[in-house]
């Protein structure tokens, strides 16, 4: 069975995306509202003439609101404005938190040598901002210690009260009995 191509695409590719903007002669309303600091006299043009004062400043007219009555353009560098905007969008995903959550693994009879030391890793990744994800693993027939596995989850988070707070109470999914914990506010 042959699979039926449109103009020389190819069936599983995306389509190139164009520009995100329309700029020049590829705007198509008659009417447009300029604005912009290089504008003496913002207001309603034709496009015809905000055409002509574009390719009199050497800039290109951008159509930057186009569901608006009238469209709103601006006389700007389309190269400079696309630049500055990926600049924008650069910043604002630096700034975006990033949540790591560090995992701690007990069995349903850790000693009492064991919990310090993982205890000890726990404050130390709440120290360092993540969220920590503690759970017990039961294996086998071990299950039957449930109640262990809950009362040591619950010792884990008054030890770690001063750093950080229970977001999860021990919860049993399948062979886990899990916790989350996330560091407190500064």
């Given at each position: 069975m042959a699979i039926k191509r449109r103009g020389g695409?190819?069936?599983?590719?995306?389509?190139?995306?164009?520009?995100?903007?329309?700029?020049?002669?590829?705007?198509?309303?008659?009417?447009i509202r300029l604005v912009?600091?290089?504008?003496?006299?913002?207001?309603?043009?034709a496009l015809r003439d905000a055409l002509r004062l574009s390719e009199e400043k050497e800039l290109d007219?951008?159509?930057?609101?186009?569901?608006?009555?009238p469209p709103v353009c601006k006389i700007i560098d389309y190269s400079k404005f696309?630049?500055?905007?990926?600049?924008?969008?650069?910043?604002?995903?630096?700034?975006?938190?990033?949540?790591?959550?560090?995992?701690i693994r007990f069995g349903p009879q850790t000693d009492e040598h064991?919990?310090?030391?993982?205890?000890?890793?726990?404050?130390?990744?709440?120290?360092?901002?993540?969220?920590?994800k503690a759970y017990v693993f039961f294996k086998g027939r071990s299950i039957l210690f449930k109640e262990q596995g809950e009362i040591l989850l619950l010792r884990l988070a008054t030890e770690l009260e001063e750093l950080g707070t229970v977001?999860?109470?021990?919860?049993?999914?399948?062979?886990?009995?899990?916790?989350?914990?996330?560091?407190?506010?500064k």
């Amino acid at each position: 069975m042959a699979i039926k191509r449109r103009g020389g695409q190819h069936p599983f590719r995306r389509k190139e995306t164009g520009p995100q903007h329309r700029i020049n002669r590829h705007i198509t309303a008659p009417q447009i509202r300029l604005v912009g600091d290089n504008i003496e006299n913002p207001g309603v043009f034709a496009l015809r003439d905000a055409l002509r004062l574009s390719e009199e400043k050497e800039l290109d007219l951008v159509e930057i609101s186009p569901k608006a009555d009238p469209p709103v353009c601006k006389i700007i560098d389309y190269s400079k404005f696309l630049y500055q905007q990926k600049k924008k969008q650069k910043e604002m995903k630096a700034k975006a938190v990033k949540v790591v959550v560090k995992e701690i693994r007990f069995g349903p009879q850790t000693d009492e040598h064991d919990f310090e030391f993982k205890l000890r890793h726990a404050e130390k990744f709440l120290k360092d901002g993540a969220k920590v994800k503690a759970y017990v693993f039961f294996k086998g027939r071990s299950i039957l210690f449930k109640e262990q596995g809950e009362i040591l989850l619950l010792r884990l988070a008054t030890e770690l009260e001063e750093l950080g707070t229970v977001e999860q109470m021990p919860k049993l999914e399948g062979k886990r009995m899990i916790m989350m914990i996330s560091p407190k506010k500064k």
